[in-house]
């Protein structure tokens, strides 16, 4: 692997301030307000956390360093859930993914249709059950052919396995898309419930008022954030 070259900061001498190819400023901010569609997410989401990533420039005064973000590079957004699994699992997994809103060549990326993805593993289920359906029912007429038709012991047999087969896939293949429907239903239900929770530490912050639902400590640090506001940023 090649080392990258290193480069001193610049003086923008019209603004009297340093500048320099890495020097940037990332800005976390809460949204509030109308249902959003989310990457990977099947709620509409009424809070979000808004993740923006600037150039930035330094100036030196009264012997302190005052950095100011300039152009924006990115910005990401992500449900409640989303920005607590980001933050409490670094290092850990692929990543956690997050819907892209702004890039430095878009000035807006296209938005997401609201398209749930449980609807998704439905679809899957109805047709795993009607490919079930219809292997077990060629094999019972199979079955019921070679019997009829007294075609002999050997092509009953035959018959009668490929029934079995079909009936042990049936199940097998029932198992694994009815599980994969229950874990995209649990994971609709944590995205809610983490919705739900931040609503509730929120009020609690700001009215001092008992939660109306319970909340796992552990969860507060990620999931609280700044207090609600449209783009107030985050802070912690």
């Given at each position: 692997m090649s080392r990258r070259s290193t480069q001193d900061p610049e003086i923008d001498t019209a603004r009297g301030t340093e500048v320099h190819p890495a020097f940037g400023v990332a800005v976390v901010r809460r949204r509030s307000g109308g249902g959003r569609s989310l990457f990977q997410s099947d709620l509409l989401h009424n809070e979000t956390i808004a993740l923006s990533v600037h150039e930035a420039t330094r100036g030196r005064d009264l012997s302190h360093d005052w950095v100011h973000p300039g152009r924006e590079l990115v910005e990401i957004e992500m449900s409640l859930a989303q920005w607590g699994s980001l933050v409490s699992s670094v290092g850990l997994g692929s990543g956690v993914p997050v819907t892209i809103r702004r890039t430095e060549h878009d000035t807006f990326v296209p938005q997401i249709p609201h398209q749930p993805r449980t609807a998704e593993s439905l679809r899957e289920v109805r047709e795993v059950t009607d490919r079930m359906y219809a292997e077990v029912k060629t094999a019972t007429a199979a079955l019921h052919e070679a019997i009829h038709?007294?075609?002999?012991?050997?092509?009953?047999?035959?018959?009668?396995?490929?029934?079995?087969?079909?009936?042990?896939?049936?199940?097998?293949?029932?198992?694994f898309t009815v599980d994969s429907l229950v874990e995209a239903g649990e994971q609709v239900v944590a995205q809610a419930r983490a919705d739900i929770e931040?609503?509730?530490?929120?009020?609690?912050?700001?009215?001092?008022?008992?939660?109306?639902?319970e909340v796992s400590p552990s969860d507060a640090p990620a999931l609280l954030g700044p207090a609600t506001g449209q783009e107030e940023p985050c802070k912690g």
């Open positions: 038709e007294k075609k002999g012991v050997r092509a009953t047999k035959e018959a009668l396995n490929a029934l079995e087969r079909a009936v042990t896939d049936a199940g097998s293949n029932a198992h931040a609503h509730a530490l929120e009020a609690v912050r700001l009215t001092g008022a008992a939660p109306s639902v």
